[in-house]
């Protein structure tokens, strides 16, 4: 039996040459028969934040270690940030009168947020550049200043994330950053960085750890209270 997850991760590399939305990546991994989607009312999906715009690269490959021991039928989002339009944050304030980004239906923006609001469970998936995130994942991640003034999250269960990162250097000093950034990033989606996983030195080599890849997959679907 394939593992589902598998699947996601593989269709990858046939969204890559699309530039629209999540629309699309949500049709084409429907019609490859997988239970990937962006409808479903139970709030009990995964949302996969991948940050890379390499198919083929070594977070890619991180992110299918993980995901080879992740239940097999549980349903997921995949929300690739190079592949979407969304507009960067331009400190307005308009979202600390209303709660609301004034550009989020004008942009992708509109998807990432409904995902968000129907997982349990996310996957923050990156590599690491200049001890930051890639441009297009920071941009997500600047529109979700609303969330702070609004607090939509709060009134849901909590959330359990995991972090993946790679880097070229074989230093702590951005895997420290970026997951500091992520609890920060984290915080007002109600959720609850259970677990990083790093893989440093990918100028020279890249090697999965594969059991702390299974320790992080089971941290990550442990029941949440």
Do not use: M
Not at 19 to 40: D, E, G, K, M, Q
Not at 98 to 105: E, H, K, P
């Amino acid at each position: 039996k394939v593992n589902c997850w598998s699947k996601v991760v593989k269709i990858l590399n046939a969204l890559l040459p699309v530039s629209n939305t999540c629309r699309i990546h949500s049709a084409r991994l429907r019609r490859a028969n997988s239970p990937v989607s962006t409808v479903n009312s139970n709030n009990n999906r995964t949302a996969i934040l991948f940050g890379s715009p390499n198919t083929e690269g070594y977070t890619y490959r991180l992110l299918d270690a993980v995901l080879q021991h992740c239940p097999a039928e549980a349903p997921a989002d995949l929300i690739c940030a190079y592949d979407l339009n969304i507009y960067p944050c331009y400190g307005c304030d308009g979202c600390k009168q209303t709660g609301y980004c004034v550009r989020s239906q004008s942009d992708d923006f509109a998807q990432v947020d409904r995902i968000l609001h129907q997982s349990s469970r996310i996957i923050l998936a990156t590599p690491i550049y200049f001890l930051g995130f890639p441009a297009p994942l920071k941009q997500i991640i600047d529109r979700f200043q609303p969330y702070f003034y609004r607090s939509p999250f709060q009134t849901q269960p909590p959330k359990k994330a995991l972090l993946l990162t790679t880097s070229g250097s074989n230093d702590n000093v951005g895997v420290e950053q970026i997951a500091a950034a992520s609890r920060r990033v984290l915080e007002p989606l109600h959720a609850e960085l259970v677990s990083t996983l790093s893989v440093k030195n990918t100028d020279r080599t890249f090697t999965v750890d594969v059991t702390a890849c299974k320790t992080a997959a089971g941290l990550l679907f442990q029941n949440i209270s």
